[in-house]
Protein backbone atom coordinates (compact mmCIF):
# COMPACT_ATOMS: atom_id res chain seq x y z
CA UNK A 1 0.00 0.00 0.00
CA UNK A 2 1.37 3.20 -0.96
CA UNK A 3 0.79 5.08 2.02
CA UNK A 4 3.14 7.17 4.65
CA UNK A 5 5.55 4.65 6.11
CA UNK A 6 4.23 2.85 9.17
CA UNK A 7 6.30 4.17 11.58
CA UNK A 8 6.09 7.69 11.07
CA UNK A 9 2.25 7.58 10.59
CA UNK A 10 2.28 5.96 13.76
CA UNK A 11 4.18 8.31 15.69
CA UNK A 12 1.98 11.66 14.29
CA UNK A 13 -1.09 9.31 15.24
CA UNK A 14 0.45 9.07 18.90
CA UNK A 15 1.34 12.66 18.87
CA UNK A 16 -2.22 13.72 18.33
CA UNK A 17 -3.77 11.99 21.40
CA UNK A 18 -4.88 14.01 23.60
CA UNK A 19 -2.88 15.03 27.03
CA UNK A 20 -2.79 13.95 29.63
CA UNK A 21 -4.75 10.78 28.98
CA UNK A 22 -5.80 7.63 30.90
CA UNK A 23 -2.66 5.31 29.76
CA UNK A 24 -3.98 1.72 29.75
CA UNK A 25 -7.52 2.70 28.00
CA UNK A 26 -5.74 4.91 25.62
CA UNK A 27 -3.19 2.73 24.79
CA UNK A 28 -5.13 -0.59 24.52
CA UNK A 29 -7.29 1.71 21.74
CA UNK A 30 -4.35 2.82 19.94
CA UNK A 31 -2.54 -0.52 19.18
CA UNK A 32 -5.31 -3.14 19.67
CA UNK A 33 -4.39 -5.20 22.51
CA UNK A 34 -6.54 -6.39 25.17
CA UNK A 35 -6.73 -3.48 28.59
CA UNK A 36 -5.29 -6.35 30.86
CA UNK A 37 -2.02 -7.04 28.40
CA UNK A 38 -1.75 -3.38 28.01
CA UNK A 39 -1.44 -3.11 32.08
CA UNK A 40 1.29 -5.57 31.99
CA UNK A 41 3.07 -3.72 29.95
CA UNK A 42 2.92 -0.46 30.88
CA UNK A 43 3.15 -2.00 34.47
CA UNK A 44 7.21 -3.48 32.95
CA UNK A 45 7.70 -0.32 31.19
CA UNK A 46 7.21 1.91 34.76
CA UNK A 47 8.91 -0.68 37.06
CA UNK A 48 11.21 -1.17 35.41
CA UNK A 49 12.20 2.55 34.22
CA UNK A 50 15.10 4.23 35.42
CA UNK A 51 13.28 6.82 37.42
CA UNK A 52 11.28 3.70 39.29
CA UNK A 53 15.18 2.56 40.60
CA UNK A 54 16.30 5.86 41.70
CA UNK A 55 13.47 6.48 43.53
CA UNK A 56 13.67 3.40 45.78
CA UNK A 57 17.31 3.41 45.76
CA UNK A 58 17.19 7.32 46.99
CA UNK A 59 14.86 6.55 49.86
CA UNK A 60 17.06 5.64 52.01
CA UNK A 61 18.46 9.00 52.32
CA UNK A 62 14.87 10.92 51.47
CA UNK A 63 13.34 9.39 54.36
CA UNK A 64 15.32 10.76 56.69
CA UNK A 65 15.22 14.10 54.90
CA UNK A 66 11.52 14.23 54.62
CA UNK A 67 9.20 17.88 54.76
CA UNK A 68 6.81 18.12 58.14
CA UNK A 69 5.18 20.40 59.63
CA UNK A 70 3.82 21.05 63.90
CA UNK A 71 0.63 20.26 64.52
CA UNK A 72 -1.14 20.12 68.17
CA UNK A 73 -3.13 17.14 69.07
CA UNK A 74 -5.25 17.59 72.66
CA UNK A 75 -3.58 15.04 75.23
CA UNK A 76 -4.73 14.35 78.68
CA UNK A 77 -1.63 15.18 81.50
CA UNK A 78 -2.33 14.81 85.04
CA UNK A 79 0.05 16.81 87.32
CA UNK A 80 2.21 18.30 84.43
CA UNK A 81 1.76 20.29 81.60
CA UNK A 82 3.07 19.13 78.26
CA UNK A 83 2.05 22.33 75.92
CA UNK A 84 -0.87 24.74 76.36
CA UNK A 85 -4.02 24.06 78.59
CA UNK A 86 -6.93 23.62 76.53
CA UNK A 87 -9.25 25.03 79.32
CA UNK A 88 -12.58 24.16 77.96
CA UNK A 89 -11.60 20.76 77.61
CA UNK A 90 -9.75 20.64 80.93
CA UNK A 91 -13.00 21.77 82.78
CA UNK A 92 -14.86 19.09 80.86
CA UNK A 93 -12.39 16.45 81.89
CA UNK A 94 -12.64 17.42 85.68
CA UNK A 95 -16.36 17.71 85.68
CA UNK A 96 -16.30 14.18 84.43
CA UNK A 97 -13.13 12.98 86.95
CA UNK A 98 -14.56 14.48 90.25
CA UNK A 99 -12.72 17.49 89.96
CA UNK A 100 -9.00 16.39 89.76
CA UNK A 101 -7.54 19.64 89.61
CA UNK A 102 -4.46 18.07 88.87
CA UNK A 103 -6.34 17.07 85.27
CA UNK A 104 -5.03 18.97 82.48
CA UNK A 105 -6.11 18.97 79.03
CA UNK A 106 -2.87 20.45 77.00
CA UNK A 107 -2.64 20.89 73.33
CA UNK A 108 0.69 19.35 72.52
CA UNK A 109 2.95 19.74 69.33
CA UNK A 110 3.90 16.47 67.58
CA UNK A 111 5.57 16.27 64.05
CA UNK A 112 3.01 15.30 61.35
CA UNK A 113 4.07 13.75 58.27
CA UNK A 114 0.88 13.67 56.05
CA UNK A 115 1.57 17.17 54.26
CA UNK A 116 1.86 18.15 50.47
CA UNK A 117 5.43 17.03 49.80
CA UNK A 118 4.73 13.39 51.97
CA UNK A 119 1.43 12.65 49.30
CA UNK A 120 3.46 13.51 46.34
CA UNK A 121 6.36 10.62 47.14
CA UNK A 122 3.68 8.07 48.67
CA UNK A 123 1.95 8.41 45.37
CA UNK A 124 4.66 7.60 43.40
CA UNK A 125 5.59 4.84 45.36
CA UNK A 126 2.18 3.78 45.39
CA UNK A 127 2.40 3.88 41.07
CA UNK A 128 5.58 1.65 41.64
CA UNK A 129 4.32 -0.96 43.79
CA UNK A 130 1.11 -1.01 41.57
CA UNK A 131 3.00 -0.93 38.16
CA UNK A 132 5.46 -3.99 40.12
CA UNK A 133 2.09 -5.85 40.65
CA UNK A 134 0.99 -5.77 37.28
CA UNK A 135 4.19 -6.59 36.10
CA UNK A 136 4.14 -9.70 38.03
CA UNK A 137 0.86 -11.03 36.25
CA UNK A 138 1.14 -14.67 35.66
CA UNK A 139 -0.75 -14.36 32.73
CA UNK A 140 1.27 -12.39 30.72
CA UNK A 141 5.01 -13.26 29.88
CA UNK A 142 7.63 -15.90 31.25
CA UNK A 143 7.38 -16.45 35.04
CA UNK A 144 11.32 -16.12 35.54
CA UNK A 145 11.93 -13.44 33.23
CA UNK A 146 14.80 -10.66 34.01
CA UNK A 147 12.94 -7.97 33.52
CA UNK A 148 9.90 -9.03 35.08
CA UNK A 149 12.32 -10.05 38.47
CA UNK A 150 13.23 -6.70 38.30
CA UNK A 151 10.18 -4.78 38.03
CA UNK A 152 8.69 -7.41 40.72
CA UNK A 153 11.43 -6.45 42.98
CA UNK A 154 11.52 -2.78 42.68
CA UNK A 155 7.46 -2.63 43.12
CA UNK A 156 8.20 -4.36 46.33
CA UNK A 157 10.65 -2.07 47.71
CA UNK A 158 8.69 0.54 46.88
CA UNK A 159 5.38 -0.99 48.62
CA UNK A 160 8.11 -1.79 51.66
CA UNK A 161 8.95 1.96 52.00
CA UNK A 162 5.06 2.72 52.19
CA UNK A 163 5.12 0.81 55.64
CA UNK A 164 7.93 2.71 56.61
CA UNK A 165 6.85 4.33 59.70
CA UNK A 166 7.15 7.89 58.22
CA UNK A 167 4.93 7.28 55.55
CA UNK A 168 2.22 4.81 56.88
CA UNK A 169 0.54 7.60 58.13
CA UNK A 170 0.39 9.61 54.88
CA UNK A 171 -2.53 10.00 52.96
CA UNK A 172 -2.57 7.70 49.82
CA UNK A 173 -4.69 9.60 47.18
CA UNK A 174 -3.44 11.68 43.67
CA UNK A 175 -2.05 15.12 44.78
CA UNK A 176 -3.76 17.73 43.62
CA UNK A 177 -1.66 20.06 40.65
CA UNK A 178 -1.28 22.54 43.71
CA UNK A 179 0.64 20.04 45.45
CA UNK A 180 2.84 18.76 42.92
CA UNK A 181 3.58 22.41 42.16
CA UNK A 182 4.51 23.12 45.71
CA UNK A 183 7.12 20.44 45.80
CA UNK A 184 8.34 21.39 42.94
CA UNK A 185 8.92 24.51 43.60
CA UNK A 186 9.54 24.19 47.63
CA UNK A 187 13.15 23.79 49.58
CA UNK A 188 12.83 20.31 49.94
CA UNK A 189 12.44 19.77 46.12
CA UNK A 190 15.67 17.82 46.04
CA UNK A 191 14.55 15.48 48.09
CA UNK A 192 11.28 15.04 45.89
CA UNK A 193 12.63 15.09 42.72
CA UNK A 194 12.79 11.23 41.94
CA UNK A 195 9.12 11.09 43.31
CA UNK A 196 8.75 14.16 40.65
CA UNK A 197 10.09 12.23 38.09
CA UNK A 198 8.33 9.19 38.58
CA UNK A 199 4.87 10.80 38.58
CA UNK A 200 6.33 12.53 35.05
CA UNK A 201 7.16 9.05 33.87
CA UNK A 202 3.66 7.61 35.01
CA UNK A 203 2.01 10.14 32.64
CA UNK A 204 3.35 8.27 29.11
CA UNK A 205 5.20 5.32 30.76
CA UNK A 206 5.32 3.58 27.52
CA UNK A 207 7.57 5.05 24.56
CA UNK A 208 6.36 5.26 20.69
CA UNK A 209 8.62 2.73 19.77
CA UNK A 210 7.47 0.17 22.55
CA UNK A 211 3.21 0.58 21.20
CA UNK A 212 4.36 0.60 17.94
CA UNK A 213 5.79 -2.72 18.71
CA UNK A 214 2.77 -4.17 20.36
CA UNK A 215 0.74 -3.32 17.09
CA UNK A 216 -0.21 -6.09 15.12
CA UNK A 217 0.48 -5.23 11.08
CA UNK A 218 -2.96 -4.97 10.50
CA UNK A 219 -2.97 -2.59 12.92
CA UNK A 220 -0.33 -0.67 11.64
CA UNK A 221 -1.84 -0.14 8.20
CA UNK A 222 -5.19 0.86 9.63
CA UNK A 223 -3.29 3.74 12.09
CA UNK A 224 -1.55 4.38 8.41
CA UNK A 225 -4.76 5.02 6.72
CA UNK A 226 -5.89 6.95 9.51
CA UNK A 227 -2.64 9.21 9.11
CA UNK A 228 -3.53 9.59 5.56
CA UNK A 229 -7.39 10.55 6.11
CA UNK A 230 -6.61 12.82 8.64
CA UNK A 231 -4.00 14.99 6.44
CA UNK A 232 -6.52 14.96 3.55
CA UNK A 233 -9.21 16.42 5.54
CA UNK A 234 -6.65 19.24 7.29
CA UNK A 235 -5.81 20.30 3.91
CA UNK A 236 -9.40 19.95 2.68
CA UNK A 237 -10.69 22.11 5.54
CA UNK A 238 -8.06 24.26 6.19
CA UNK A 239 -8.23 23.42 9.77
CA UNK A 240 -7.01 20.88 12.53
CA UNK A 241 -8.74 17.74 13.14
CA UNK A 242 -8.75 17.71 16.90
CA UNK A 243 -6.57 16.04 19.27
CA UNK A 244 -7.64 12.08 19.54
CA UNK A 245 -9.57 11.19 22.53
CA UNK A 246 -9.65 7.05 24.24
CA UNK A 247 -13.92 6.39 24.74
CA UNK A 248 -14.97 3.03 24.96
CA UNK A 249 -12.04 1.00 23.25
CA UNK A 250 -11.93 3.34 20.39
CA UNK A 251 -10.36 6.93 19.45
CA UNK A 252 -12.23 10.06 18.66
CA UNK A 253 -11.39 13.48 16.65
CA UNK A 254 -14.08 15.49 15.18
CA UNK A 255 -15.84 13.39 12.42
CA UNK A 256 -13.26 10.34 12.44
CA UNK A 257 -13.43 7.13 14.80
CA UNK A 258 -10.94 4.59 14.84
CA UNK A 259 -11.79 1.11 16.09
CA UNK A 260 -8.09 -0.66 15.97
CA UNK A 261 -9.56 -3.65 16.31
CA UNK A 262 -8.77 -6.41 19.15
CA UNK A 263 -6.26 -9.27 18.92
CA UNK A 264 -8.64 -11.52 21.21
CA UNK A 265 -12.02 -11.01 20.26
CA UNK A 266 -14.06 -10.30 16.74
CA UNK A 267 -15.56 -6.91 16.86
CA UNK A 268 -15.52 -3.93 14.71
CA UNK A 269 -12.37 -2.71 13.81
CA UNK A 270 -11.77 0.62 10.67
CA UNK A 271 -12.39 4.27 10.60
CA UNK A 272 -15.71 5.95 10.03
CA UNK A 273 -15.69 8.93 8.69
CA UNK A 274 -19.20 10.05 9.17
CA UNK A 275 -21.22 7.37 8.38
CA UNK A 276 -18.40 5.66 6.06
CA UNK A 277 -16.89 3.00 7.28
CA UNK A 278 -12.89 2.91 5.52
CA UNK A 279 -10.82 -0.25 6.41
CA UNK A 280 -8.07 -1.99 5.42
CA UNK A 281 -8.20 -6.49 4.79
CA UNK A 282 -7.64 -8.30 7.54
CA UNK A 283 -5.18 -10.63 5.65
CA UNK A 284 -2.66 -8.94 2.65
CA UNK A 285 -2.84 -9.89 -0.32
CA UNK A 286 -6.54 -10.74 -0.12
CA UNK A 287 -8.37 -8.97 -4.03
CA UNK A 288 -9.79 -6.52 -3.88
CA UNK A 289 -13.44 -7.43 -4.87
CA UNK A 290 -12.91 -10.30 -1.67
CA UNK A 291 -12.04 -7.32 0.75
CA UNK A 292 -15.08 -5.11 -0.57
CA UNK A 293 -17.70 -8.17 0.08
CA UNK A 294 -16.57 -8.82 3.32
CA UNK A 295 -16.29 -4.96 4.69
CA UNK A 296 -19.64 -4.67 2.98
CA UNK A 297 -21.03 -7.80 5.06
CA UNK A 298 -19.76 -6.09 8.34
CA UNK A 299 -20.70 -2.79 7.80
CA UNK A 300 -24.40 -4.34 8.08
CA UNK A 301 -25.84 -1.82 5.44
CA UNK A 302 -23.72 1.21 5.83
CA UNK A 303 -21.74 2.82 3.07
CA UNK A 304 -18.14 1.13 3.48
CA UNK A 305 -14.61 1.67 1.15
CA UNK A 306 -11.64 -0.48 1.25
CA UNK A 307 -8.12 1.17 0.47
CA UNK A 308 -5.72 -0.49 -0.80
CA UNK A 309 -3.95 2.33 -2.03
CA UNK A 310 -3.70 6.26 -1.44
CA UNK A 311 -6.06 7.04 -4.43
CA UNK A 312 -8.40 4.97 -2.08
CA UNK A 313 -7.67 7.91 0.58
CA UNK A 314 -8.88 10.18 -1.96
CA UNK A 315 -11.64 8.74 -2.76
CA UNK A 316 -13.03 7.73 0.67
CA UNK A 317 -12.63 11.59 1.98
CA UNK A 318 -14.92 12.64 -1.52
CA UNK A 319 -17.53 9.76 -0.54
CA UNK A 320 -17.65 10.79 3.03
CA UNK A 321 -18.03 14.57 2.39
CA UNK A 322 -20.77 13.64 -0.02
CA UNK A 323 -22.51 11.35 2.54
CA UNK A 324 -22.34 14.55 4.88
CA UNK A 325 -23.40 16.69 2.04
CA UNK A 326 -26.60 14.39 1.54
CA UNK A 327 -27.35 14.34 4.95
CA UNK A 328 -27.47 17.34 5.81
Same mark, same amino acid.
Given at each position: ???????????????????????????? +??????????????????????????????????? @??? =??????? #?????????????????????? #??????????????????????????????????? *???? =?????????? %?????? *??????? *?????????MSSVTLSRPSPRAVRRTRSGKHRATYRPAL? $?? %???? !????? %?????????? $???????????? !???????????? !????????????????? =?? @??????????????????????? %???????????? +?????????????????????ARAVELIAASS
Amino acid at each position: MALPAEREAFGRIHERLARPFEVVGTIA +ALVGEPPAAVAHGVGLALATSREAQVLVEQMHASV @RSL =ATSLQSH #SQRCIGELRGPVLWSETFSARA #SSFGDRDLFICATPARAYDIDENRVLAHALRLVRD *AGRA =AADRNHGPVD %DPVQRL *ARDVGHE *AGRWLDHPAMSSVTLSRPSPRAVRRTRSGKHRATYRPALD $VI %DRAG !EPVGV %DDAYRWCRPV $VRQRIAVLDALI !ERLERQGRRRVP !ELRAERGALLAGPLVFR =AG @RSDAVGDSGIVIGSLLVDVPETP %DTPREAAEAELA +ARAGGRPSMVVLEEDDVDRAVARAVELIAASS
